[in-house]
């Protein structure tokens, strides 16, 4: 507890950067920088039985023991005694930025302290990131204020972020392959990696199917659609064609027509005449009478 204390306030002391002590791979004498395949490989070689997800049990040990060193750790010591940081005012942008990445990052890493204090087994790992979230925390609190205090400078945040950063990095590597290889129940490895195998090859016949679909559905709905109505419009423009030019003789003959139908109502005048020759028929007996 000492060192980790001694190691913890050499940030805040005025120790150089170069060795400030917040190594967040998770295992001692393993450079910060260190994540991915590297931090995996440390990992494995320090747990020499083979890798296994925790039990419930063992979650809720880590959940205890977080809670036990985080409490210890601030009645221990009093943020306000440590010695203060200058930040020009030109700077505070970029200091509040980095700040605020730095919380977001803390708060994705808490809720899985559990889980990797159950898998590294590393007291010293975990250590240092709870006095990491902590101090962050404060900060972030002090920046708050009209009148905030600074603990960290600028350099000393971003170096912050960087180990939080790794140690979120290559512990997301260490789940993903427990995940994959191993299972609390004991289960062998060849299952799981069948299934990456099956969902590799279904990938390949989905984007076959649009480009084919989209010509289809162009082909045939354009050109007969396009043609058809061209050929009826030509056919009704050759009847419409065809129509025009019958009615010219046609409309010469209704005129001539109109002129007949006037002498058609002059031979009923007549007619009337005839009628009156019936009438004269008596005159003759008149003469007759005079014989």
């Known amino acids: 507890m000492s060192g980790v204390s ?45 890798p296994r997800l925790p039990t419930e049990e063992d979650l809720q040990n880590a959940t205890k023991y977080i809670e036990s060193y985080t409490e210890g750790w601030k009645k221990s010591r009093n943020l306000d005694d440590f010695p203060s940081q200058h ?27 559990p889980m990797y204090h159950a898998v590294v087994k590393n007291e010293l790992a975990i250590h240092k990131l709870l006095v990491i979230c902590i101090t962050a925390q404060y900060q972030h609190q002090q920046c708050s204020k009209a009148h ?18 790794n140690a979120h990095q290559g512990f997301g590597q260490v789940l993903s392959a ?23 090859q279904p990938l390949p016949p989905q984007p076959i199917p649009p480009p084919a679909s989209a010509p289809a559905r162009q082909v045939p709905i354009s050109p007969p659609a396009n043609w058809r109505k061209p050929q009826q419009a030509q056919a009704l423009v050759s009847d419409a064609a065809a129509s025009t030019p019958t009615p010219p003789p046609v409309s010469t003959p209704t005129a001539q027509a109109a002129t007949p139908s006037i002498p058609t109502a002059s031979p009923q005048t007549p007619k009337s005449p005839k009628n009156n020759y019936t ?13």
Do not use: C, W
């Open 6 to 50: 001694g190691m913890s306030m050499g940030p805040m002391g005025g120790m150089p950067e170069s060795q400030m002590p917040m190594g967040m791979n998770g295992m001692p004498n393993v450079p910060p920088q260190m994540a991915g395949a590297e931090f995996q490989q440390h990992q494995r070689r320090a747990m020499r039985p083979p």
């Open 87 to 113: 930040v020009p005012k030109e700077g505070l942008f970029i200091y509040n930025q980095v700040l605020d990445k730095l919380i977001q990052a803390i708060e994705d890493l808490e809720p899985n302290l």
């Open 148 to 165: 905030p205090r600074f603990i960290f400078n600028l350099n000393m945040l971003r170096g912050l972020l960087m180990q939080v950063q």
């Open 178 to 200: 427990l995940g994959a290889g191993a299972r609390p129940d004991g289960g062998g490895r060849p299952p799981p990696p069948s299934a990456p195998q099956q969902q590799l």
């Open 279 to 291: 009438p004269v028929k008596p005159k003759p007996t008149a003469s007759s009478v005079s014989e």
